[in-house]
Structure formats: structure tokens, C-alpha cells
């Protein structure tokens, strides 16, 4: 089942993670509007594996105000997304029949009407 770490209004920066994820490998959808547009956005399915060598850790943690001798798993890869830019982890392969950074709301609850959502702390009505 997917948890939220993001906004409350899943349209203005939603970060579901799916809390079946390994102590490494952590699974998030991913949600960003386009500020200047209305009904546009980035969405994408995004795989972080914290361990990967390329990933610099001390960077990332400076980034995100993380102690990097007590990470948690899910803050931290989810600074990494923010640091390094959804593309570095599967976004641009994640949604294979849409373009993952011109997605409308329609289209992204659409996907997720197939996913397990908890449904406590977050809202898919857009605030605007």
C-alpha cells in the first residue's frame, strides 16, 4: 500500500511511497505541477535504490538537513529524488504510454485508481 510523505493535496507535491519496500529499495510516485500551468504535470513511478555507488550521500543529506549516520530510508530517497531530478530514477521509463512531464490530472488518477492508496493525510483535489 502506498503511504503519503508529500502534501496533503497530492496535485501540489505528492509523494506516495509504497510501504512494502526493502530497507534499500524504495518505490514513490511522484507528483509535481508545472507552476505556470494549470492541469499539467510530472508523474512517474520512480525507483530509488540507496545504496547505488553514483548517489553521493553526504551530498544529499547536506541537501536535505539529513544525519547521514541515522538515515531513514524513505527521507532519504526521497531527497535524492529532489537533489538529483526524478529522471535519474526510471521516471523517463516508468509511465511507457504517456510523456511522464506533460501529464494532466485526469490521466494521473486514472493510474491511480490501480494502485493501494491509504487514504488518511492526503487529498486528490487540487487546491486552486
Known sequence: MYKNFGDYHFF???RLVD???SDTEIKVLYCEPYPDV???YQFAELTVDITDSWINKKNV????????DDLDPV???LAAISYYGAENFGAMDSMVQYDWQH???ENILDI???????NDNISFETVW
Not at 543529506?61 to 547521514?68: E, G, N, P
Not at 491511480?112 to 491509504?118: G, H, P, Q, S
Request: charged share 35%; with cysteine.
Open 112 to 118: 491511480l485508481k490501480y494502485r493501494m492508496i491509504a
Open 19 to 21: 510501504d512494502e519496500h
Open 75 to 77: 527521507q532519504f530517497a
Open 12 to 14: 501540489e507535491h505528492g
Open 38 to 40: 494549470e492541469d499539467l
Open 61 to 68: 543529506c547536506d541537501y536535505a538537513s539529513l544525519d547521514v
Open 103 to 105: 501529464m494532466s490530472r
